[in-house]
Each structure stands twice: as C-alpha cells, then as structure tokens.
T-cell receptor
C-alpha cells in the first residue's frame, strides 16, 4: 500500500519570501502521479500542481514549483513570493493509475501561515 | 475547467434524520466518484469508491448501511447518511474523475451538523 508523509504539521513564512513544504511517499510502482492540493479556510480542495512520475522535469505553475526526486521518493513544494492568500492547509497526494480509477492517498497536511 | 457541484453545502438537523448529499459532475462524465470525510484539522479520509452502475466499495470501518452510496448515472452520485447521530457530524467531500489519467475534481464539500 502506498503511504504519503508530510513531516511539517505547521509552517509560517513572511510575505514575499519563499517557503518549501516537504513530502515523501512510499510505493513499489514505477508509474504514478503526485499532487499538491491547497485547502483554504473555505475548505475547497484546489489543485495546485501535478507531476507525472515518468517525467524527469519538475512541474511548475507560476509561483509554485516542485522538486521531484523519484529515487528518494520525495516531492517538495516550493512557493515563491508568498502571498497572504497562500495561507491554507496543503496536502500532498499520490495516485496509482495502474489499477483503474483509484483514490488519492493524502498526507496529513501542512498548515501554512503567510505573515504580513 | 471541469466542475463538480456538491449540495447542500451546509446541513443542520436533528438526530435520527437521514441526510442526502449530491455530487454532480457538470461538464464531464465521471466514471468514478469518491467520497471523503474530513474531521477538523485532519486530512481527508476515504470512505468509499463509487463506480457508475455498480455497488460502491467501502473502506474498512465504514458502515455501508449507515452511509448509502448510489451512482446511478455518469454525472451523479449521492451519499445518504441514514439515521444520523451527533458523531456523524463532519465535513463530507466528493471528487470525480473521468479516468485514471485525469486529475480528480473536488466538490466544495458539505458541512453536516447533527444536533
């Protein structure tokens, strides 16, 4: 079974600074997807970024980028130029597409506070 | 982009009431929908996987007679919390996907409060 570990329950960052959220996972699969979701106080689940395991290039979406280290099974999220609106819970998630439509496996989350 | 609509967003009702929550994919056919439960300050916990036209697959520890799931069409899945009690109070959220190579899209969730 796959597991996802987020070792930082809470983090804070000054506005305009850069912060990195860590995530590690465990799987025996070679092909899979990794995601970062943002959950603001409204509790909507917002997809931030997605990475396919077969792609070596790290995914980037504007101020959000990942450092995907497949051999180390590490998938960290870097938020550059942090904004107050980035304050939220961030969940790392894993999905195995090899067995049909399978659910996401979530980490426990990291609560990020952006401070003015 | 793909949109998933979940209703109602908030329910407050008396103990013993049954509550139905709907999850609709508005612009795509969702072969699979997932139902999650989230306690305050915790992660999402998978309750069940719902495939169109077949019985839902429940996770260990989730009572299928308590949480009835129906996925009668490619755009609608429902979760009914039967004879709800205060311990069923929680945030319930659904997600839908076309296929295993597409990301899951989440509804906005339902906050259920049983008095």
């Amino acid at each position: 079974a796959q597991t996802v570990t987020q070792s930082q329950p809470e983090m804070s960052v000054q506005e305009a600074e850069t912060v990195t959220l860590s995530c590690t996972y465990d799987t025996s699969e070679n092909n899979y997807y990794l995601f970062w979701y943002k959950q603001p106080p409204s509790r909507q689940m917002i997809l931030v970024i997605r990475q396919e395991a077969y792609k070596q290039q790290n995914a980037t979406e504007n101020r959000f980028s990942v450092n995907f280290q497949k051999a180390a099974k590490s998938f960290s999220l870097k938020i550059s130029d942090s904004q107050l609106g980035d304050t939220a819970m961030y969940f790392c998630a894993f999905m195995n597409p090899n067995s049909g439509n399978t659910p996401l496996v979530f980490g426990k989350g990291t609560r990020l506070s952006v401070i003015a | 982009g793909a949109v998933v609509s979940q209703h109602p967003s908030r329910v407050i009702c008396k103990s013993g009431t049954s509550v139905k929550i709907e999850c609709r994919s508005l612009d795509f056919q969702a072969t699979t929908m997932f139902w999650y439960r989230q306690f305050p300050k915790q992660s999402l916990m998978l309750m069940a996987t719902s495939n169109e036209g077949s019985k839902a697959t429940y996770e260990q520890g989730v009572e299928k007679d308590k949480f009835l799931i129906n996925h009668a069409s490619l755009t609608l899945s429902t979760l009914t919390v039967t004879s709800a009690h205060p311990e069923d109070s929680s945030f319930y959220i659904c997600s839908a996907t076309r296929n295993s190579n597409q990301p899951q899209h989440f509804g906005d969730g339902t906050r259920l409060s049983i008095l």
